[in-house]
């Protein structure tokens, strides 16, 4: 089982999920990150690192991010590996401050 990042990245876009990464499984684009499942070693470093909590287990998630399995295995087929850390998004902060409320 591997961990799927969610919708809860999109604008947000911050990396410190690839620094912990033992395998380097994280991909980029312009709005977020996603994790190549088949490369996912489910070791759940990335979990707690991420400020938005946008990287689920897949098999806890909810019924309406269980798309988001395929999605991540789809676009990390579709986008360049990233290993270190780029800053974030500039809607961030504010994105951040919408999902905690």
Not at 2 to 24: I, M, N, S
Not at 45 to 70: F, M, N, T
Request: glycine content about 4%.
């Amino acid at each position: 089982m591997a961990y799927v990042v969610t919708d809860l990245c999109c604008g947000c876009r911050y990396t410190e999920c690839v620094t912990v990464c033992p395998v380097e499984c994280f991909h980029v684009d312009e709005t977020m990150t996603y994790i190549d499942p088949d490369n996912c070693i489910d070791c759940g470093g990335c979990v707690p690192v991420c400020p938005v909590g946008a990287i689920q287990a897949s098999y806890l998630l909810a019924p309406d991010k269980v798309s988001w399995i395929e999605i991540n295995r789809a676009r990390s087929a579709e986008t360049p590996t990233i290993i270190s850390k780029l800053p974030p998004l500039p809607t961030a902060e504010e994105r951040r401050k919408a999902l905690s409320a």
